[in-house]
Each structure stands twice: as structure tokens, then as C-alpha cells.
């Protein structure tokens, strides 16, 4: 895959992330507005996370039965309408049932978005590419600091990421339709022979690091929110954490990816 035609993939994930993540630098003023506590907000972070469970499963079915790219297309928008409406919540039932699914939203981007790059891009490189599509997560957060900060309140925060979700639809024009036809392979495959190995520790890997990144993201900055070098610690870490992931994938295709090659 062409690096100009990579972008065309990068940008909606960006944007998914910046959705998702552009609750967790307002939860304190959502809870006074809802009338709430800080907990009471953080369960919408929690149905998210269930949402894109489920969002995952379901567009990835989506994406193998129909379209990669309708299918794709169908998730920004749901991520994009749902954040954009959250601008209009009045109680916190809105507020699960919207966060629900921007996760089913998001996760369904994300996990079309990867299958995207890995079968376009050039097998040598598909360690740095899936680098770099995960340290935009990283970017969206970064993004989510930049409009709490200069933006007048919380619900201005979810319109503003709303409508930029929606900046990734001229971008998924431009996405290779990469869906082939193909014998169809039971999914319980994944849990026998020598792919059992590797679905357990990548599943435990997968989930180790979500329960880290879930809380690191969503909660630590409003626990930080009150210290100074606030911002800049979150544009460091950000910044440092998007190269990281990019360094590991590309170390990934010098030594551990020779099946690839």
C-alpha cells in the first residue's frame, strides 16, 4: 500500500479515537451538569467499552458478509452522529445509551480499518503500519486535550469531535475496497492446533493492555486535571507513546515477522 494512500485509513482512526476519547477531559463538568458523581459519568466510559465489543463482532461480520469499505463507512458515521448528539444529552440514560455507540461505533472503524491496512499494505511493513494506525489513538487524545482546553464548555467538546468524525468520510473515499472472496474459515480455528497458542497470548496481551490504557486514558487526566504541567505532560505523552507504538511495529517486521516476508 502506497504511504499517501495509507492516510485515507489513518484519519478516520484518528478521528474515531478523538471521539471516543473527547469525553475523558469533561467528566467532572458532566457529572455537575447531570447532577451526578465522577463514577456515575464513568460507566459511559465502561458501555463503551461494552459497545465496542459488540460493535467489533458485528462489523467485522458485516465487513466479511458485504463490504470492508460499506461497512467501514456505516461506523464513522455511527461514531460521528452519536458523539455529535451527545451535545444534546439531558440525563444520564442519554448519556450510556449515545456512549454505547460511539464504542460499538469506534471499535467497528477500528477493527475494519486494521484488516483495511494489513491486506492493501506491503506484507514487509505491516508491523509499522499497524504501529501507526494504533499511536494515532495516542494522537486522538491529544486532540481531546487541545479542545477541552480551548473550547467553552462540555457540550461544545462533543459537538466539535462530532463533526469532525464526519471530516473522515471524503478520506474513506479514498480507501482501497479490499474485500476477496474467499473459502470461508470456521472461527473456531483460532482455538486449535497451533493457532491456540497464539489466540491465548495474544488475547491476554490484548486484554492486559486495554485495562491499563482504558484507565490511564479515560481517568487519569482527570485525576491530574488539578496539577500544573497538566497539558503538557498529556502532549509529551502522547507524542512519545505515538512513536513507541511505531518503533515496536517496525521492530516487529525486522525480527518477528518472517512468516510475513
Known amino acids: 500500500m502506497r504511504s499517501a494512500r495509507a492516510v485515507f485509513v489513518l484519519v478516520p482512526f484518528l478521528l474515531s479515537a478523538y471521539a471516543l476519547y473527547s469525553i475523558t477531559f469533561v467528566l467532572g463538568d458532566l457529572a455537575t451538569a447531570l447532577h451526578t458523581t465522577i463514577e456515575g459519568i464513568t460507566l459511559a466510559v465502561t458501555l463503551s467499552w461494552v459497545g465496542g465489543a459488540v460493535g467489533g463482532l458485528a462489523f467485522g461480520v458485516l465487513a466479511d458478509r458485504w463490504s470492508r469499505k460499506g461497512a467501514l463507512l456505516i461506523a464513522i458515521l455511527l461514531f ?101 472472496r474467499s473459502k470461508r474459515v470456521p472461527l473456531t480455528s483460532i482455538f486449535r492446533g497451533g493457532l491456540l497458542r497464539l489466540t491465548v497470548v495474544g488475547s491476554a496481551l490484548s486484554l492486559s493492555s486495554l485495562l491499563l490504557v482504558v484507565a490511564l486514558f479515560s481517568l487519569a487526566p482527570t485525576i491530574l486535571s488539578t496539577e500544573r504541567g497538566y497539558y503538557s505532560a498529556i502532549v509529551v505523552g502522547a507524542l512519545l507513546s505515538t512513536v513507541a507504538y511505531a518503533l515496536a511495529g517496525y521492530a516487529s517486521d525486522l525480527w518477528g515477522g518472517g512468516g510475513w516476508r
Open 80 to 180: 460521528s452522529v452519536a458523539t455529535t448528539l451527545t451535545y444534546l444529552v439531558r440525563d444520564l440514560p442519554e448519556l450510556y445509551a449515545l456512549w454505547f455507540l460511539v464504542g460499538f461505533g469506534v471499535n467497528g472503524e477500528n477493527g475494519i480499518s486494521y484488516v483495511i491496512l494489513a491486506e492493501a499494505s506491503f506484507t514487509s511493513l505491516r508491523g509499522l503500519n499497524g504501529g501507526l494506525v494504533q499511536g494515532t489513538y495516542d494522537l486522538g487524545v491529544l486532540l481531546g486535550a487541545l479542545t477541552a482546553s480551548l473550547v467553552g464548555g462540555w457540550r461544545e467538546v462533543f459537538l466539535v469531535a462530532g463533526l469532525a468524525g464526519l471530516l473522515g468520510v471524503p478520506f474513506w473515499v479514498g480507501v482501497e475496497s479490499t474485500h476477496r
